[in-house]
């Protein structure tokens, strides 16, 4: 197991849960956190042993965004050929679910991490917002096209015009949050969710994943077509053949593992 040092990565049956570990600083996102959630996340994608992964921070503050006091020297020609934010793609390729459990703010890049995430479970103190034009930015981690996708063109634009933060209710309401659930509860709640996920085929839940991810990406015609040859591709695993067996046996599934 390697140590971080700004995460924690815990694992438990085949629930990995990955911390954010800056609680001094709200768990702001500068590039080390960056390098190491996308090094955790794609090295727990290829563990057969990990079914479900897990992204959280404190009960403070999910993360109160990228790292302002990093952020505050940057000059463009070094953001473009460093390419500044481009660990988070790293997160977003991964096949293996991901479940974000948030407490406390989700602020800027905390709400675009969030969102990077298969489903998000809100304890009712959560806050999501994208304040960045309070400092003379905008949203840089796919805020402007993730939030608009999850919640429409007219909260989008009224979250990142104003900079308001919309509680957990609110983020409920609008598509942004999967589930709410009591704050003390969050984590407990947030590994249920995984466990269920991870007791299924990892190829299904795979392959569900990026099929589903797909709608935001395509047409309807294309994502259908998507989808089907998806569908048939899944005939040549060996969690079909069990599946099916399973349940005209009346017993349950024993994946494959
Ligand atoms: N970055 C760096 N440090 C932070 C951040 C942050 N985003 N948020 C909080 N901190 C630090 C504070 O500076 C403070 O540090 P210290 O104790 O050393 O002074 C510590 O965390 C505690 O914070 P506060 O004292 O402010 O705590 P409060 O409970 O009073 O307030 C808030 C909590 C309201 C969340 C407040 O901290 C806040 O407003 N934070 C900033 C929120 C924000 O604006 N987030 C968006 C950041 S920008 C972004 O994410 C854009 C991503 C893409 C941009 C790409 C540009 C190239």
């Known amino acids: 197991e390697r140590t971080f040092e700004t995460i924690l990565v815990e694992v438990n049956g085949r629930v990995a849960t990955v911390t954010i570990n800056r ?5 702001a996102l500068n590039t080390t956190v960056q390098r190491e959630m996308a090094e955790a996340v794609e090295a727990l994608d290829v563990d057969p042993g990990i079914g479900a992964i897990i992204v959280t921070g404190s009960k403070k503050a999910f993360a109160a965004g990228a790292d302002i006091a990093e952020m505050a020297e940057l000059e463009y020609p070094g953001t473009f050929t460093e390419d500044f934010m481009g660990n988070w793609s790293r997160l977003t390729r991964a096949r293996t679910p991901l479940i974000a459990a948030v407490s406390g703010y989700a602020l800027g890049g905390g709400c675009e991490v969030a969102m990077m995430c298969d489903i998000i479970i809100a304890a009712d103190n959560a806050k999501f917002g994208q304040p960045e034009i309070n400092l003379g930015v905008i949203p840089g981690m796919g805020g402007s096209q993730r939030l608009t996708r999850a ?3 007219y909260k989008a634009m009224d979250m990142i015009l104003t900079g308001r933060t919309i509680g957990a209710e609110e983020a409920e309401r609008a598509g942004l949050v999967s589930r709410i659930v009591p704050t003390d509860d969050l984590l407990a709640e947030a590994t249920k969710v995984a466990e269920t996920i991870a007791s299924k085929s990892k ?3 795979m392959v569900a994943k990026r099929v589903t991810a797909r709608a935001l990406q395509t047409t309807l015609a294309e994502g259908l077509e998507y989808e089907q040859a998806n569908f ?3 005939f040549g695993t060996p969690d079909h053949k069990e599946g099916m067996t399973a349940f005209n046996e009346k017993r349950e599934p024993k994946w494959d593992r």
């Open 232 to 234: 048939y591709a899944m």
């Open 203 to 205: 190829y299904s839940a």
């Open 151 to 153: 919640v429409g063109q």
């Open 23 to 27: 609680p001094d600083k709200l768990n």
